[in-house]
């Protein structure tokens, strides 16, 4: 049992006036190695929270989350995070945020050097090497901080939102990218957005969380990831199935934040 | 008992009478500001028209040769766009020459050619009185007077005995810008009856009077002598402003023989390294503190009382504490010094560490990385703009408190130089080492600027 298993996890922040906040409420999933799994949800449903107890920055108030049969406590390199902005080290240049992780666990410069090399090839930054990062676009900084996390080789890649800040264009490439690296590499990967579209796309396996309390509200399998890798992503989106699945999904988010906006009044 | 001199006031009316300020003194405090308003304004009011006058200058023969170039040359919005807004540096240079030309100006400065106020007399002068006796009987008799430079000792000869008349003729040496009291004895009320000045070149005057003699005035005090006031002009006299070429020449000397067995180099050595190692000292301690600070409850605790109370309490408020902990001595000011930026870089630290991006703390963590080496790669370089800010106002700080402790005690130094010329009235000095301090500090500030650039490009741009 290889895979990441999270077993009735619940997380209740209390609000310092006294309030609490159910941000997730006794949610059950069963990841399997190689997964590619989105996440998505209105504003506010927690998928940030649950990202954040599976990367051991928070401790959830109930429950367990385990990998390899291994209960999650703290960060570790086996799960590698991809953020949505401002978690490069703009002192170093690419090469060297690309190459900080082995660089932390003591790896030889030599073998540091040709896996940037390798990575910077994968993400197409050949010439960027030596750029330092606030010379960088901001699709070029994302993939910089995917190449960094891929140095690691984490067995689990988790993603908040890592290409909400992008332009149509440059989303789409890097969508190509993540499934391209993700068939490669053959790694589970947990991604957060707020696009449908790109969920449809980035998902063998999608989950759309209901809020308040923040729980699990509909899962999908979906045959869109695999038919997406080496392919062109816009044919992908004429499939049959992807329209009415899209407008489905969108119409359950829609509905929820009605029902908020309403509860809100 | 009354432990205090004071006894504790019984009432609060007591407490108030005892605790409240002269109000005549907090009145002419407050009228003194409010004509001092006036005395801003119409100072400020001069520079602002030769200001326009210099603009007018520049709008005729300079106008759009030095208009902005580039990206900015293009933007139509300009007012109200800051980043849009650079010094015109003919204003910049028109300004500093108005200073220096108000300075010579006011000082009489041969620099400016045939551009002078109204210097005050020097030379051979002279005016006649008429007194009367007690038998009503008039005279007259020539007083002359040698206006001579303030440090100059000429020979005058004495007045001439007059053949008749009891009125005598007078001899008086006067300082420029000076004024010297005739005695009435020197000038026959000794020897006469009565003897009373009724006339000053011809012109009546009472006791209290005055009157203008050509060059200067005359004025019968009530005791019956003349006192005499030369005409004072509209200059400055060197000794509250020397003249910008007497200040040059002094530098020159200075430079060459140094002041009281001091070199000026060397008394400003001694400040600059007194800075430098007080500012050293404290970075060594200050930026360890500030990241204990901020990377530890109980640091934070322990800390926070202290550094809350002693950052609003300016250096300069320490130095009679120091002084009488330390004496004179090196040990005091570089103690005074490292206090005075220990706090400045321990709080530019800690707002290092608590400016840290969560994001980047938990992508290094989840890279494998330990605590020292986020502490080291991640936390330190991360915090370096806000410590290199914290360095820039320490630094001069470190500057202006150096100074203001070598006024108070020191041995030798750029401060301990001026306050000992001022003692001797030596302004010359003083304004020298004003220049100086002030042209360092600036220097300071540049070079600090300069080394930020290099070291932490990514500044403001994260
Ligand atoms: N540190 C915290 N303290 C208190 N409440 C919190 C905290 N972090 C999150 N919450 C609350 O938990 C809920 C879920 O937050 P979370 O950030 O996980 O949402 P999200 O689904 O990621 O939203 P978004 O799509 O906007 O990023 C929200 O109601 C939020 O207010
Ligand atoms: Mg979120």
Redesign the pocket.
């Given at each position: 049992m290889s895979g990441l298993i999270i077993d009735n996890v619940s997380m209740t922040?209390e609000?310092p006036n006294g309030g609490k906040?159910e941000?997730l409420k006794n949610i059950n999933l069963d990841i399997k190695e190689g997964e590619l799994m989105s996440v998505l949800?209105?504003?506010?449903?927690?998928?940030?929270?649950?990202l954040n107890i599976l990367a051991g920055f928070l401790a959830p108030t109930e429950g367990v989350m385990t990998l390899s049969g291994e209960p999650i406590t703290a960060p570790s390199s086996e799960r590698g995070m991809v953020f949505q902005h401002g978690a490069l080290f703009e002192w170093m240049n690419v090469a060297k945020n690309i190459g900080f992780g082995p660089k932390m666990k003591g790896t030889p410069q030599a073998e540091i050097d040709a896996k940037v090399e390798e990575l910077l090839d994968i993400v197409g930054l050949q010439d960027f090497a030596e750029k330092m990062i606030y010379e960088m676009s901001g699709g070029m900084q994302q993939r910089v901080a995917l190449a960094r996390c891929l140095a690691n080789e984490p067995d689990v890649i988790l993603m908040d939102?890592p290409l909400g800040a992008l332009d149509a264009l440059t989303r789409e490439k890097m969508q190509s990218l993540v499934l391209d690296i993700w068939k490669k590499t053959g790694k589970t990967i947990i991604l957060?957005t707020?696009s449908v579209e790109e969920a449809l796309l980035l998902g063998e396996r999608l989950i759309v969380?209901a809020?308040r309390p923040?729980r699990i509200h509909k899962e999908y399998r979906l045959p869109f990831a695999e038919l997406g890798v080496g392919a062109d992503l816009r044919e992908v989106k004429r499939h049959d199935e992807f329209g009415p699945t899209r407008d489905e999904i969108l119409n359950m988010i829609w509905n929820m934040e009605e029902e908020i906006m309403g509860r809100a009044e | 008992m009354t432990i205090f001199n004071t006894p504790i006031p019984a009432t609060i009316g007591e407490f108030i009478s005892l605790n409240t300020p002269d109000g005549g003194e907090v009145a002419s405090l407050l009228s003194t500001t409010f004509w001092m308003i006036f005395g801003i304004a119409i100072i400020f009011g001069i520079y602002l028209l030769f200001s326009a006058g210099s603009w007018l200058i520049h709008k005729l023969f300079m106008d759009g040769r030095d208009k902005a170039k580039g990206y900015t040359s293009l933007k139509t919005v300009t007012f109200g766009d800051e980043s849009a807004v650079v010094a015109n540096r003919f204003a910049s240079v028109a300004s500093v020459i108005a200073v220096f030309f108000f300075w010579a100006l006011a000082t009489g400065s041969s620099l400016l050619g045939p551009i002078q106020l109204p210097a005050p007399f020097q030379g051979e002068t002279s005016f006649e009185y008429t007194a009367v006796n007690a038998a009503g009987e008039s005279d007259t008799a020539t007083v002359n007077l040698l206006v001579h430079a303030f440090d100059a000792k000429p020979n005058m000869a004495a007045a001439e005995a007059k053949a008749s008349g009891f009125a005598q003729n007078g001899a008086l040496k006067i300082r420029e810008r000076r004024t010297a009291l005739l005695s009435s004895k020197k000038i026959g009320a000794k020897e006469t009856e009565g003897f009373q000045v009724t006339h000053v070149n011809g012109e009546a005057i009472t006791a209290g009077g005055t009157v203008d003699f050509g060059n200067g005035e005359v004025l019968l005090t009530p005791k019956g002598s003349l006192q005499v006031r030369p005409y004072g002009g509209m200059t400055m006299e060197a000794l509250y402003l020397p003249s910008p070429e007497g200040v040059w020449k002094s530098f020159v000397q200075l430079n060459k023989e140094g002041y009281t067995n001091v070199g000026l180099w060397e008394n400003v050595f001694w400040s600059l390294i007194r800075v430098v190692l007080g500012f050293a000292l404290g970075c060594l301690f200050g930026i360890p503190l500030g990241f204990a600070m901020g990377l530890s409850n109980w640091f934070r605790g322990w800390f926070d009382p202290i550094v809350e109370f002693m950052r609003p309490v300016p250096p300069l408020a320490l130095i009679p504490l120091i002084i009488i902990w330390f004496g004179i001595g090196e040990q005091g000011k570089i103690s005074l010094l490292f206090l005075a930026a220990l706090w400045i870089m321990t709080i530019a630290a800690r707002a290092g560490v608590s400016g840290v991006n969560i994001s980047k703390v938990h992508a290094a963590y989840s890279l494998g990385a330990t605590k020292r080496q986020l502490l080291m790669k991640v936390i330190l370089p991360n915090s370096l703009p806000e410590i290199f800010t914290g360095a820039r106002v320490a630094m001069g700080v470190c500057w202006g408190t150096v100074v203001a402790a070598e006024l108070v005690a020191a041995e030798k130094g750029a401060g301990k130089m001026i306050i000992a010329a001022s003692k001797f009235q030596l302004t010359d000095i003083v304004i020298i080492g004003i220049i100086i301090i002030g042209i360092i500090g600036f220097a300071i500030e540049v070079l600090m600027r300069k080394i930020e650039n290099r070291l932490i490009p990514w500044k403001g741009r994260g």
């Open positions: 922040f609000l906040v941000a949800g209105p504003s506010g449903c927690g998928k940030s929270t649950l939102e957060i707020h969380m809020p923040g | -």
